[in-house]
Structures are given as C-alpha cells and as structure tokens.
C-alpha cells in the first residue's frame, strides 16, 4: 500500500457512477452533476447494487460491522470516505478490494470538536466539576483547593492534525510546558516532536497525558501496565482517541488505589456495557465517544463531501488520502 496522491480517473463518457452517501444529496450544497449520489446510512437494504457503487462515504458512528458490510462487494469502488479522523473500522475490509482504491479521512471535520471535548476533560476532572454535580443534587457545598491546568505539565501523545489542535486550545491557560509525541520524532515550529518509544522517559515529567493517536498496530493497548506505571502519581490520564489505546483492565488498578485519575471519551469496550467495573471505578469521568459528535460536523462534512466529488467528477486528486489500496 501506498499513500502517494493519484488522479482519480474521470467518469467514462455518458456513465453516471454511483455515490453513496450517508447524508441525503439534496442537504449538501455544491455537488456536483455526473454522478448518481444513492443514500445509504447504514440500513438493512441498500440503495442499489454494492457493484456499481465508485464513490463509498461510510455512514458516521454506525461501527465496523456496518461500514464492512457493503465493502466486499464494491468492485468498482475507487474512493473510499470516512466521516471520521480514524479509519481503523474500515481497514479489516481493504484485503478485498480491488488495487487502486483510495482511501481518505476527515481530516478538517473533527479537529475542533475533539480538542474542544479534550480540554473539556481536562479542566472538569481538575476542578472537580463531577463532584459538583453530585455534590448539588445532594445540596452539599463541595469547597475547598482544587488543582488548576495553569503551570501543570502536558504530553499528547498522537500529535496530528487534531493533537495540534489540542495544543492551540492549551495555550491560553499557562501549562508549564507542551510535550508532543507521534509514531516518529520530526521538528515543527512550535518545537519538537518525540518518538512513541520515548514515553518512558517523558511520561514521568507529565502531570497531564492526552491521548489523541490513532488506533493501529502501534497503538493498541498502547496504554498498558507498564505505560500507567511510568506516570507520575496523581496524573491524569485523557483519552479521546480509541478505546483499544488503552488496556482498560491495567487501568482500573491505577484508579481504583486512587494513584491515577482518568478522563475518556472512549472505553474499550465500547460502548460501556452496564456493570462493567469502569462506570464506577474512583477518579474517571467518562463521556460516551461524543468527541467529534458536535454541531460543527455536519457543516463540515457536508463541505468536505462537496468538495470530495468536485474534484473526483473532475478527475483531480481527492484529498486526506491516508493511503491507496494494491
């Protein structure tokens, strides 16, 4: 497989290729005319035949078993869209397509939305807004000291597009510092990026760590034992990337001695099942994978779609290829 961008070659002369899109045609303003846009969001029948299909945008938030389904049977797919920054529920069904196939990401969607939620996390698990919560619904004046973002250390761990962002939503508040890792060390300008296999030196420094990775080979389970061992006691941990980052069954120990804390907006599994032990474990605040599940998505997506396929009926690059089947 290949990342290098191609030319997405131009419908043949009086073909009308189909799109599948997962948002109503008539709701997205500046598609383009040529193709023949079918609406599938996930349901039990499909629109047309799987094999006419050029163009596949997977419905959001429907789960791998839903995005896979059609998959096996698009043999003249040439584009692949998901509405989200992860690909990791549509990459088992890869294997089975043809050569060529180009599959591409959210990338611009997302990024405000999960930070937004990220910082969130954080400044509620610090200042111990749960426990306000349920400190007035028992009518209990909860004051006293409670930790502040200002002058506290901060390692993201999955410094992409959406890292990034997390990074600018934390300057105004002070930290002590900024530290940034990703798959492999690079330079930007606002400082170094470190290599993930430079955690076990930088997560001891960290009061805070955010994890915004995406979940591949390098990063499931990521977070086990030995990572939540090599934080510093009374660190937060924050997870707003995959559940699998992290071993859940290595991080209820941590909290249940009290030793960490944990914010996650994504729980492995997921979702939580009633009774598992993580709803009420001491220290977490758990949100239900509702990171990029704002009021930004859908103006959003809906300009990413729109200018997806003005350049696919052009026969132009598509953008935030993440790599090309063959």
């Known amino acids: 497989m290949t990342s290098t961008p191609a030319a997405t070659p131009a419908p043949a002369p009086g073909s009308a290729p189909d799109v599948w899109l997962p948002i109503p045609a008539e709701e997205i303003d500046g598609l383009p005319e040529g ?31 839903v995005a896979l389904r059609p998959l096996e049977h698009m043999s003249a797919v040439r584009v692949v869209q998901t509405l989200s920054a992860g690909i990791d529920h549509v990459e088992p069904g890869l294997a089975r397509l043809p050569a060529g196939v180009r599959l591409c990401n959210a990338k611009g969607v997302h990024e405000a939305s999960t930070a937004e939620l990220a910082l969130a996390l954080v400044l509620a698990s610090l200042r111990g807004i749960p426990g306000f919560v349920h400190g007035q619904d028992k009518e209990e004046w909860r004051s006293g000291f409670y930790p502040a973002l200002a002058d506290k250390s901060v390692l993201v761990v999955g410094y992409g597009s959406i890292g990034a962002a997390i990074e600018d939503r934390l300057e105004p508040f002070e930290c002590a510092r900024v530290v940034r890792v990703a798959r492999s060390a690079r330079t930007t300008g606002r400082g170094p990026v470190h290599a993930l296999d430079e955690l076990p030196a930088l997560l001891p420094e960290a009061d805070i760590v955010i994890l915004s990775t995406p979940l591949n080979a390098s990063t499931q389970g990521l977070v086990g034992a030995d990572f939540l061992a090599a934080m510093r006691d009374g660190a937060l941990l924050v997870n707003v990337a995959r559940g699998a980052v992290v071993d859940t069954q290595a991080l209820l120990p941590e909290l249940e001695s009290g030793r960490l804390h944990a914010a996650l907006d994504v729980t492995d599994p997921e979702p939580l099942p009633e009774g598992h032990p993580l709803w009420h474990a001491p220290q977490v605040l758990i949100s239900p994978h509702v990171g990029g599940s ?3 998505f ?3 997506a809906k300009r990413l779609l729109a200018g997806q396929l003005s350049r696919f009926a052009a026969g132009e690059p598509v953008r935030n290829l993440v790599l090309t089947t063959g």
């Open 298 to 300: 859908l103006p959003r």
């Open 35 to 65: 193709l023949n846009y079918r609406f599938w969001d996930g349901g039990r029948d499909y629109p047309a035949d799987p094999a006419n299909c050029a163009f596949y945008v997977v419905p959001y938030m429907k789960g791998p078993q």
């Open 294 to 296: 704002t009021s930004a």
